[in-house]
């Protein structure tokens, strides 16, 4: 028996780490990773061979981990054949086609098999899986392992999918009809904030049975059947729905913004950087000569993707706002374009003046440089927290997913920045960017600064999110004996 044999109590909590197969979930969760091996922790990161192979090849990466001995990947695969594309909205509903017949399985397997036993490592005795992966319950409660769930969106994300059942109750949901500004009552703690366009964009279906509806409402809902939640946000920004939350799930460790404990908790390195993708560093020479505060930085994350014709609007915005600007265009960023061909000839003249663009940022790096003045984003959530890390204030323009409901709190709630959701006008784009720069930049600046704050204060020494991390290891402790 474990609890009897003294080695085994003295050795540390080995704790199996299982993200979703994607840029924004690996990214946090491999910084929990971190600061578990930091607790002197075993951990065993399980990914997908394909997120594995890209993460192989970011030196900076496999660099940081080779400082933790008692860390290391483990792969699975998601069952999606090599040459599909992992960038758009069909990677998910693939996804999640594979969870079930492929994933499952080889994940139950894993438990079955001796892959899990290393010679120097107690046997695996807790799970932390994303919030998405509901059969890891099926798996953790059949082999009698303690599971806590890891949820990658924002709190106000969360509990809206949570709150499906009500909107369907209420009627808010299938969306009948086209006005997307019809008030949303039936989430408690939104009622004055939210409208339909805010609900996440999963909920804009006409037809509940909806794969990805189907799968994000049920998903969600079993989150009371891990024994906590761990949450990447903090007190001070969502503590009004973190009551909420806590009604059904009452252990919500909230320990964000998880990429800026590193430096405070003494990392090996100070760059935290997990990036799936090459980033081009010379992008900070470039920003090393710009004026303070001068250049908006622009970035639609790893996975949306946007037409030719709105990278066209975006442009011509960007541009005739006259400000500089550091862009992110992903080579797989244009759904109808295709490679270096959907830059148009025009943004490569206006790059010259006053532009940068690349393929893939450092963006965390980016954020904190003094010379970004603004942010346009699609408002995912490790994007939103990075920027609110920083103190850039945003322009939001949400594609899929949470985004929607993380643009509306940072308009509507945070006065972070505005939102520009379901809107992709040049005059628009122009306006907002000067709005953002020069017109009310001060008010924006003030409240980014005031939160960013705020953010610094939770995980400082005795914060709460500081708190909740030593509480979330002392747990795992327990849980491990
Ligand atoms: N990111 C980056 N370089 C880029 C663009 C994005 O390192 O050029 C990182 C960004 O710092 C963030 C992540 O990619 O941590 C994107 O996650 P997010 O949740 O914002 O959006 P997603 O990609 O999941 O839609």
């Not at 499952?104 to 290393?118: A, D, G, M, T, V």
């Not at 590193?262 to 560093?281: G, I, Q």
């Not at 963006?363 to 904190?368: I, K, N, R």
């Amino acid at each position: 028996m474990e609890m009897d044999d003294p080695v085994q109590t003295l050795t540390p909590p080995h704790v199996l780490i299982f993200p979703l197969p994607a840029q924004g979930h690996v990214n946090s969760m491999l910084k929990l990773a971190e600061l578990l091996c930091l607790s002197d922790f075993h951990v065993t990161f399980l990914v997908s061979d394909h997120i594995h192979n890209r993460l192989l090849r970011q030196t900076n990466v496999h660099k940081r981990f080779e400082h933790y001995p008692q860390f290391r990947f483990e792969t699975i695969s998601d069952g999606i054949p090599t040459e599909s594309s992992r960038s758009g909205t069909d990677f998910l509903t693939e996804l999640i086609d594979s969870l079930r017949t492929v994933i499952k399985p080889l994940f139950r397997e894993l438990f079955c098999s001796n892959r899990l036993s290393y010679e120097s490592t107690r046997p695996v005795t807790c799970i932390i899986a994303d919030g998405v992966l509901s059969f890891t319950i099926d798996v953790a409660e059949e082999m009698g392992i303690p599971i806590v769930y890891f949820r990658t969106i924002s709190a106000c994300a969360f509990w809206a999918y949570f709150c499906i059942p009500q909107l369907i109750e209420s009627g808010d949901l299938p969306f009948k009809g086209i006005d997307l500004d019809v008030p949303i009552q039936s989430i408690p703690g939104m009622e004055d904030v939210l409208r339909r366009r805010d609900l996440p964009a999963n909920c804009r279906v006409s037809d509940l049975s909806n794969k990805k509806f189907q799968f994000l409402s049920t998903e969600t809902r079993q989150t009371p059947r891990a024994r906590a939640l761990i949450l990447n946000t903090f007190e001070d920004l969502e503590g009004p729905i973190l009551s909420h939350i806590r009604i059904h799930m009452p252990n919500v460790y909230t320990i964000g913004p998880l990429h800026a404990h590193n430096k405070p908790r003494k990392a090996v390195t100070s760059a935290s950087s997990n990036s799936l993708l090459e980033e081009d560093h010379n992008c900070m020479m470039w920003l090393d000569a710009q004026p303070s505060q001068s250049v908006i930085y622009i970035s639609f994350g790893s996975l949306a993707m946007i037409t030719r014709t709105q990278l066209m609007e975006f442009w011509h915005g960007v541009v005739k706002s006259g400000k500089r600007f550091l862009w992110v265009i992903r080579p797989d960023l244009v759904s109808d374009g295709g490679g270096v061909g959907q830059i148009p000839i025009e943004l490569l003249e206006a790059k010259m003046e006053r532009g940068y663009v690349v393929e893939w940022a450092p963006q965390e790096e980016v954020l904190d440089h003094q010379a970004i003045g603004g942010f346009l984003t699609h408002s995912g959530w490790n994007s939103t927290l990075e920027s609110i890390v920083a103190g850039v204030p945003m322009i939001c323009w949400p594609c899929i997913a949470d985004q929607q409901m993380n643009s509306r709190y940072v308009g509507e709630v945070w006065k972070l920045g505005m939102d520009m959701k379901d809107t992709c006008d040049r005059d628009i784009v122009e306006k907002m960017v000067k709005d953002l720069m020069d017109v009310k930049k001060s008010e924006l600046v003030q409240s980014a600064n005031r939160m960013a704050e705020l953010a610094g204060k939770a995980i400082g020494k005795c914060g709460s999110s500081y708190c909740n991390l030593d509480r979330l290891i002392e747990d795992i402790k327990l849980m491990s004996v």
